[in-house]
T-cell receptor
């Protein structure tokens, strides 16, 4: 059974600082997705990573995928308050039913 | 843009009522999913469907049923609502095949009194 672990689960950081959220998973997959959720809202797609070594960047966020290490990272550069949200990674186990397995989410609070 | 809509943003029901939550997607997606989200428990899959009239149980199907009579519409039914079904319900859809990014609807916050 595929397990997806995110860490940290809660991150409080100052504006202007850098930090990385980690997403580890337990079985082979080369498809991973990052989502953002604002309080009381639904999940919004951030990044789609579909191969080993994939790197995507949007503004102050950069996501990467290392399928050999079974690890994806979401790097935050020079954080701003607007990045405060919960971030989920989701791994595609590429099996029947096309289900994704979600991590528990990382709650990010950026303090000004 | 993919659009997934849900019938209600907020819903308040009484214990024992039959509750229908409806989800519609406009991108001809094969797969549709129902999740519930509770604080500290993350996203939990209730049911999913990979084709019209097909359904599969997820991780927590007890107390729920689903219906998919048309490709674009996936309904979640609470046969007899209970207070422990108070939650945020999220619908999602995806293409299927080798590309399974899920697109989520806005969510329905259901309160059962």
């Amino acid at each position: 059974e595929l397990k997806v672990e995110q860490n940290p689960l809660f991150l409080s950081m100052q504006e202007g600082k850098n930090y990385t959220i980690y997403c580890n998973y337990s079985t082979t997959s080369d498809r991973l997705y990052w989502y953002r959720q604002d309080p009381g809202k639904s999940l919004e797609s951030l990044f789609v990573l579909l191969s080993n070594g994939a790197v995507k960047q949007e503004g102050r966020l950069m996501a990467s995928l290392d399928t050999k290490a079974r690890l994806s990272t979401l790097h935050i550069t020079a954080a701003v308050h607007d990045l405060s949200a919960t971030y989920f990674c989701a791994v595609d186990p590429m099996e029947y039913g096309n289900k994704l397995v979600f991590g528990a989410g990382t709650i990010l609070r950026v303090k000004s | 843009d993919v659009k997934v809509t849900q019938s209600s943003r907020y819903l308040v029901k009484r214990t024992g009522e039959k509750v229908f939550l409806e989800c519609v997607q406009d991108m001809d997606h094969e797969n549709m999913f129902w999740y519930r989200q509770d604080p500290g428990l993350g996203l939990r899959l209730i049911y999913f469907s990979y084709d019209v009239k097909m359904k599969e149980k997820g991780d927590i199907p007890e107390g729920y049923s689903v219906s998919r009579e048309k490709k674009e519409r996936f309904s979640l039914i609470l046969e007899s609502a209970s207070t422990n079904q108070t939650s945020m319900y999220l619908c999602a859809s995806s293409w299927g095949g080798s590309y399974n990014e899920q697109f989520f609807g806005p969510g329905t916050r259901l309160t059962v009194l």
